[in-house]
T-cell receptor, first 111, second 113 residues
Framework: QKEVEQDPGPLSVPEGAIVSLNCTYS??????FMWYRQYSRKGPELLMY????GNKEDGRFTAQVDKSSKYISLFIRDSQPSDSATYLC???????????FGKGTTLSVSS | GAVVSQHPSRVICKSGTSVKIECRSL??????MFWYRQFPKQSLMLMAT?????????EQGVEKDKFLINHASLTLSTLTVTSAHPEDSSFYIC?????????FGPGTRLLVL
């Protein structure tokens, strides 16, 4: 079993749709959880980060972490064509340690 | 958010030459940083972990003598690809650890002819 599982998609939605992305993980030591967006030929851009369980909202984005289920989610409201990218979940146990990434989900939002 | 720069953004070189990639954190300082490599349509592959003032720790399969890391300050790290070969052509990305998260640079595309 891989440490972090993420459905690679592709996921195609119409503009304005609510998008739900998620990852599951197996290591209960993970404490820091992140979502990155990566456009083709660019470095990953940090969207949200959360420490431990809970919800966090920033504009159209909401991140949820359920440590009891080892499940994290990213919701995108009112999706836009500019949201078309690969979304990577990432997590780590302690500060200064390397991130463990999911494989990334490719999202396409059509206008 | 925090800003990380990489220079150059793309480089083309001849086989056998060395290439230096610079990674800077512009508006924060951090002790620990990472170098990644990414091939087309694949995930990021961790190459090495570097702590300021210490020798870098390389992942299995990454040659430390080929990929030289210099991390002399809390805001600057360099990766030198020595005696580059076509198989070293890839997208190289750095990141800096800020305890709760990591910030990535925009990446450097290396093409070795």
């Amino acid at each position: 079993q891989k440490e972090v599982e993420q459905d690679p998609g592709p996921l195609s939605v119409p503009e304005g749709a609510i998008v739900s992305l998620n990852c599951t993980y197996s290591n209960s030591a993970f404490q820091y959880f992140m979502w990155y967006r990566q456009y083709s030929r660019k470095g990953p851009e940090l969207l949200m980060y959360t420490y431990s369980s809970g919800n966090k909202e920033d504009g159209r984005f909401t991140a949820q972490v359920d440590k009891s289920s080892k499940y994290i989610s990213l919701f995108i409201r009112d999706s836009q064509p500019s949201d078309s990218a690969t979304y990577l979940c990432a997590m780590k146990g302690q500060a200064g340690t390397a991130l463990i990434f999911g494989k990334g989900t490719t999202l396409s939002v059509s206008s | 958010g925090a800003v990380v720069s990489q220079h150059p953004s793309r480089v083309i070189c001849k086989s056998g030459t060395s290439v230096k990639i610079e990674c800077r954190s512009l508006d924060f300082q951090a002790t620990t940083m990472f170098w990644y490599r990414q091939f087309p349509k694949q995930s990021l592959m961790l190459m090495a972990t570097s702590n300021e003032g210490s020798k870098a720790t390389y992942e299995q399969g990454v040659e430390k003598d080929k990929f030289l890391i210099n991390h002399a300050s809390l805001t600057l790290s360099t990766l030198t690809v020595t005696s580059a070969h076509p198989e070293d052509s890839s997208f190289y990305i750095c990141s800096w650890d800020t305890q709760e998260t990591q910030y990535f640079g925009p990446g450097t595309r290396l093409l070795v002819l």
